[in-house]
């Protein structure tokens, strides 16, 4: 008879739990050409429906021939290139000469998986010339899945900008380009521009100012640039 | 110095209150070619005696950057030396990510001072066998500081470790006083004068022997070697023909 006595489950609640991650907003982006590569992010940082700063930028010089851009969770993407930047320092002592691009590119990867079980809640686009000086830009997910490609979009306006550039540089759906042409400086600096005053339009987590990178064998240039406010 | 009862290992004290494994290290110090150190108001430098030990050799590294900011020269156990300056560069690093700033060139010396004592108050354990001289610009301005086997660091406006380097010191007397307003290029080559003093009869300093490296207000830790010291040698070299007419 006691057995016939049952109780309602106790709700196991997850209405009020503590969260590791936060998404602060924010887009990059990078274009390889045949002797250069620009890599591009907004600065805004956001929370939700607020702004914490129009002034926080994502791309970061790790040498004289490496940028990396970061979107997502910005305390993560802070310390992640601060672990990269020590790491870039360490190699340069020992190796007595700057970290490559390539090289780069895999030490991020690896750093990222090391945390498989606890994520940097970061997207990170690392952009700078390979061994025979062509642009390259690398692509990944937060646990270090890599891919080498010629451009990419990351961070909140990506479902934006990313088909932007699959039709302005890859040429995708145009029956008489030719898809492996790759661009010239000048039009690469403009169809950035244009992806981000785009989606500065669409996307309430972009806008505020934009700083393009570009490397090429004289080193790493950057400029800033306003976005909409609103 | 002699062999004697109370040197056979760095925990034995003898009678006349000495630690003989200690000041044995020190000799260690004297045994490698000269380096000298000086500063002015803005910047300080270090210029050193590359060796090699046969023809076939290269140049042994004297100078070696820790961080932007700071950097070092040995004479002594390059080994040791090696370890030392590993150690430094990481505590540089660790103080750029834990307080956000540079690690100021005091705390970096007493540090690796800290380091080297425990090796003359452990059983079983050798003093580092490097002397070294730290360069440094931080908020309080440029610093020269020596480091001893024995943990024993000082802070200098010019000095000189390694061997003959008493003719180097003895130079740098002399001549401090003027270092304080003097710009970079003229406190390299006041450097490298003091530097040639402690080189033996009939040696010289050329391109290949001859490392500099300097840091300062304006400038970030940097090493010349090889064919960018060559402006420098001239300029030492063309002080020479003036004093002499």
Redesign the interface.
């Known amino acids: 008879m006691l057995s016939s006595i049952t109780q309602a489950p106790v709700e196991a609640h997850s209405h009020n739990r503590w969260e590791p991650y936060v998404d602060n907003g924010g887009t990059s982006l990078a274009i390889a050409g045949a002797d250069f590569v620009i890599i591009a992010a907004d600065t805004r940082q956001s929370d939700g429906y607020s702004i914490n700063t129009r002034y926080d930028p994502k791309a970061f010089e790790l040498s004289n021939k490496t940028v990396i851009a970061t979107t997502g969770y910005a305390a993560d993407a802070k310390r992640l290139v601060e672990v990269m930047e020590q790491k870039a320092q360490s190699y340069f002592h020992k190796h007595e000469r700057v970290m490559s691009t390539p090289a780069m590119a895999q030490l991020l990867s690896n750093t990222l998986y090391y945390k498989r079980f606890f994520p940097y809640y970061v997207f990170p686009i690392l952009a700078g010339l390979d061994s025979q000086g062509k642009g390259a830009v690398f692509t990944y997910d937060p646990v270090g899945n890599m891919e080498r490609t010629v451009y990419v979009a990351c961070g909140s306006a990506s479902a934006l900008v990313q088909p932007f550039l699959d039709n302005q540089v890859g040429f995708a759906n145009q029956r008489a380009a030719d898809p492996n042409r790759l661009l010239d400086r000048e039009t690469a600096r403009k169809i950035a521009i244009d992806a981000f005053t785009g989606a500065t339009e669409r996307d309430i987590y972009t806008g505020d100012w934009l700083e393009i990178f570009t490397i090429d064998q004289t080193g790493v240039h950057r400029e800033k640039r306003e976005l909409k406010r609103d | 110095m002699f062999r004697n009862q109370y040197d056979n290992d760095a925990t034995t004290w003898s009678p006349h209150g000495r630690i003989f494994q200690v000041e044995y290290a020190s000799e260690a110090v004297k045994q490698g070619s000269a380096v000298v150190g000086l500063k002015s108001k803005d910047n300080v430098v270090l210029v050193a005696v590359k060796r090699s030990p046969n023809e076939l050799a290269s140049y042994q590294k004297k100078i070696v950057?820790i961080d932007d900011h700071m950097g070092i020269a040995m004479a002594g156990l390059t080994s040791d030396a090696r370890v030392l300056s590993?150690y430094l560069?990481s505590e540089a690093?660790r103080s750029k990510?834990v307080y956000g700033r540079a690690l100021p060139v005091g705390r970096a010396v007493t540090s690796i001072g800290d380091k080297a004592q425990t090796n003359t108050q452990e059983y079983g354990r050798r003093p580092y066998g490097v002397g070294l001289l730290v360069i440094g610009h931080d908020d309080t301005g440029p610093h020269l500081y020596e480091f001893n086997p024995s943990g024993v660091v000082s802070e200098y406006y010019a000095y000189s470790i390694g061997a003959r380097s008493q003719s180097a010191r003895t130079n740098l007397e002399r001549n401090f006083e003027k270092f304080e307003d003097m710009p970079l290029k003229e406190l390299i080559v006041q450097g490298l004068r003091a530097l040639r003093d402690t080189l033996q009869q009939g040696k010289l300093l050329d391109t290949l022997n001859t490392s500099i490296g300097f840091v300062g207000k304006d400038a970030k830790m940097t090493i010349l070697d090889g064919e960018d010291t060559q402006a420098y040698l001239d300029l030492l070299d063309e002080g020479e023909a003036m004093e002499t007419e």
């Open positions: 950057r590993n560069r690093m990510m």
